[in-house]
């Protein structure tokens, strides 16, 4: 799967990038800010994108999220905005909170691929 | 100081009375709200917060009393109104003291006796204005703390995900526990030291220079790892500032291992500037052996280039020349800078 990481801090973008990797994906880029994503994805095509919340140019997560939803593509909220995330549940095939537990990555990885491939 | 003062209501229904001590607050410059029925009263009383309340014996009817004391009830939590009751000659403001304190819970009562001393019941008005003013003076410390509490969870927790996240890269490519002890040590201690650069200049900015300084200076030994640094004075962001202290301090791990710092020779040179609205830093190891590009996915390479296309939105290039490793990224300036602080002591020295 083609998976995109929208995330502000690159210490957690590139432990993200490892674990998609480490369970034989791809992460075609990340981005810190919305505005900066939804420019690189006009030409990719994405099956999974991670999304933090509170980004660079504000809580713009959610926009992206909408954004995302709008056009098919599945969005995962990456974030410690627990209750912004839990409001905005119907956007997202699945929340995982900050810390990060690796296990829940691969969980939403395995499950976004399965409903792609059915 | 005046201008800050808040409006005393005044209810008093009869005779002229309201007319009387407004014309006596106006006259020394204390704003005020009239009020003679208790429409106007409920009316006030339920949409803001007076500075004072001042009312007649006879007013106190059960329904303004039980206007006050549903306003009492709504108040917010840092708020204690002063109602000042003017009382009859004769009346027995023992029991009405007693009363009222009941009814009126979250209030201070104060009774004068009529015929009123003009100064005594102006300086009490005076002073519970005053007190309202304190009163919203601990409002605003009490928001200013709360959002302090938020910003400051805010970035633990965003600290933790950095520590996590290190850890985990670390321990990935880690050979043995020394190993990952040693290096993991090493990332923890260069985030602490931002933090501390960030901390003692106030929070949010901190100098290109201090800041390489302080994470290639522990490197420095008599006659080995050699380096210069040149470029002109920057204030960075405290987002610019973690990215590019873990990005140099990486580098550095790098060059004392495999490049420029692993021989006498070898020498490290990092430049920044600023053309226009652009940034650009380089880093140039010069006098070290021969680089082979490494095969390994390692931790260091990979952050620095993932660090540098976070912060200045483009890729950084990383070429291995024959001299040793050369590493160059570029970024619109306000990516990177701190914003201009507000001088928020301005003027108050004035006068």
């Known amino acids: 799967m083609r998976v995109f990481c929208l995330e502000d801090n690159p210490l957690v973008a590139l432990d993200l990038e490892m674990m998609i990797e480490d369970a034989g994906h791809e992460c075609v880029g990340s981005a810190g800010s919305f505005a900066e994503a939804r420019s690189m994805w006009q030409d990719l095509d994405l099956d999974l994108v991670f999304i933090d919340i509170d980004l660079t140019d504000g809580k713009t997560g959610i926009d992206a999220a909408r954004w995302l939803r709008e056009r098919g593509t599945a969005g995962c909220f990456v974030t410690g905005q627990t209750e912004l995330a839990e409001a905005h549940r119907d956007l997202v095939v699945e929340i995982v909170t900050k810390p990060i537990d690796e296990k829940a990555i691969e969980r939403v990885l395995a499950l976004v691929q399965q409903s792609g491939s059915s | ?351």
């Open chain 2, 1 to 351: 100081m005046a201008t800050d003062l808040e409006e005393v209501l005044v209810h008093a229904p009869f005779r002229n009375d309201c007319r009387m001590l407004a014309s006596l607050f106006e006259t020394h410059a204390i704003p005020v709200f009239q009020c003679t029925d208790e429409e106007t009263l409920a009316g006030f009383l339920g949409g803001q917060l007076p500075g004072a309340l001042v009312m007649t014996q006879e007013a106190l009817t059960d329904r303004a009393m039980a206007i006050v004391h549903d306003h009492l009830a709504a108040q917010p939590e840092w708020s204690e109104l002063t109602v000042f009751v003017l009382v009859e000659k004769g009346a027995s403001q023992a029991a009405m003291a007693r009363q009222l304190a009941d009814r009126w819970p979250g209030s201070r009562q104060v009774f004068y006796q009529r015929p009123l001393a003009t100064i005594e019941l102006l300086s009490g008005i005076q002073t519970a204005l005053l007190a309202r003013l304190r009163q919203r003076d601990v409002r605003d410390h009490m928001a200013l703390e709360r959002e302090l509490r938020h910003e400051l969870n805010h970035r633990v927790k965003n600290i933790l995900a950095s520590v996590t996240a290190i850890f985990r890269m670390t321990a990935r490519v880690s050979e043995s526990r020394d190993d990952l002890t040693e290096r993991f040590s090493g990332r923890l201690a260069t985030l602490g030291n931002v933090h501390s650069a960030l901390f003692e200049s106030g929070g949010e900015a901190v100098e290109m220079r201090q800041l390489i300084s302080l994470v290639l200076s522990p490197y420095e030994t008599s006659g080995g790892s050699q380096y210069d640094l040149s470029g002109p004075p920057v204030s960075l962001n405290k987002d610019a500032a973690t990215s590019l202290s873990l990005t140099v301090h990486e580098l550095a791990t790098n060059a004392i291992k495999y490049g420029a710092w692993s021989v006498p020779s070898g020498r490290i040179s990092v430049a920044w500037r600023i053309d226009g609205s652009e940034f650009s830093l380089s880093w140039r190891e010069t006098g070290g052996p021969k680089l082979v590009e490494p095969t390994r996915r390692g931790y260091g390479t990979r952050y620095i280039r993932s660090a540098l296309q976070t912060l200045f939105g483009n890729p950084p290039d990383l070429r291995f020349e024959p001299g040793g490793l050369v590493v160059e990224g570029h970024g619109q300036r306000s990516r990177v800078e701190a914003a201009p602080r507000p001088d928020r002591y301005a003027g108050e020295d004035v006068g």
